[in-house]
C-alpha cells in the first residue's frame, strides 16, 4: 500500500532525449510536488499543482512540464535532455501541510 | 518566495552526545515547520514539525523550537546513537501546503 509511488525507479538516457516520470499518490491529497535532489543533496522545488493551480519554480527550465491527468497523478516531462538534468527526482503530496515523498528517480543522462 | 537556509550543513558528535541543527526562514506567512530525515539512498521522511501556534515540541529524543518573532527553529537530538546519521532537512510552509521549501540540509554523523 505504498501511498506515494513514482516510476520507473531508475531512469538511464541519451542527451536530447525525451522522458517522463510518472507519480501517484493514493493519500487523497489536493497538493502534490516535483522536487530535484542534485549529488550534493540540495532538495530543490520544481513544482506545486494544487487544485489546478500550479506553482512553478522560476529558476526551473520549460524544458521540464508537469502534466496532472487527475488529482490522484503528477507527470514529469522533460524535453532535450542535457547532462546537467542528471539528478534524484522526488515526486510528494501533502494534505494541508505534511509531506510524503515517493521513493525517488534517479535519472542519468549520458 | 521562502527561502530557508540552515546551519550547520555537517556536524559530527559522539555517541551520546547532543546536537542541535539551526534553520531560518523568511516568509512571516509560513506556519508549518517539519524536520525530514533521508537516510542513504533512501526517502526523505518526516520525523517531526511543529506548527506556528506552539513554541516547543518532544517526541521522546528529539524536540524543535520555534521563534516565530526572530524566524527561526531548531532540531534538538538527545543520547544520539548511531543511526541517528543522515542528512537532516528542515522545510517551512504555508498555511495550504503551498510553498513548501527545504533548507539546504545537515549532514549529520553520530561516531
Known amino acids: 500500500d505504498t501511498a506515494v509511488s513514482q516510476t520507473p525507479k531508475y531512469l538511464v538516457t541519451q542527451m536530447g532525449n525525451d522522458k517522463s516520470i510518472k507519480c501517484e499518490q493514493n493519500?487523497?491529497?489536493?497538493?502534490m510536488y516535483w522536487y530535484k535532489q542534485d549529488s550534493k543533496k540540495f532538495l530543490k522545488i520544481m513544482f506545486s499543482y494544487n487544485n489546478k493551480e500550479l506553482i512553478i519554480n522560476e529558476t526551473v527550465p520549460n524544458r521540464f512540464s508537469p502534466k496532472s491527468p487527475d488529482k490522484a497523478h503528477l507527470n514529469l516531462h522533460i524535453n532535450s535532455l542535457e547532462l546537467g538534468d542528471s539528478a534524484v527526482y522526488f515526486c510528494?503530496?501533502?494534505?494541508?501541510?505534511?509531506?510524503?515523498f515517493g521513493q525517488g528517480t534517479r535519472l542519468t543522462v549520458v | 518566495g521562502e527561502n530557508v537556509e540552515q546551519h550547520p550543513s555537517t556536524l559530527s558528535v559522539q555517541e551520546g552526545d547532543s546536537a542541535v541543527i539551526k534553520c531560518t526562514y523568511s516568509d512571516s506567512a509560513s506556519n508549518y515547520f517539519p524536520w525530514y530525515k533521508q537516510e542513504l539512498g533512501k526517502r526523505p521522511q518526516l520525523i517531526i514539525d511543529i506548527r506556528s501556534n506552539v513554541g516547543e515540541k518532544k517526541d521522546q529524543r528529539i524536540a524543535v523550537t520555534l521563534n516565530k518573532t526572530a524566524k527561526h527553529f531548531s532540531l534538538h537530538i538527545t543520547e544520539t546513537q548511531p543511526e541517528d546519521s543522515a542528512v537532516y532537512f528542515c522545510a517551512a510552509s504555508g498555511p495550504y501546503g503551498q510553498n513548501f521549501v527545504f533548507g539546504p540540509g545537515t549532514r549529520f554523523s553520530v561516531l
Open positions: 510528494a503530496s501533502s494534505q494541508a501541510q505534511d509531506a510524503f
Open positions: 493519500l487523497g491529497h489536493d497538493t
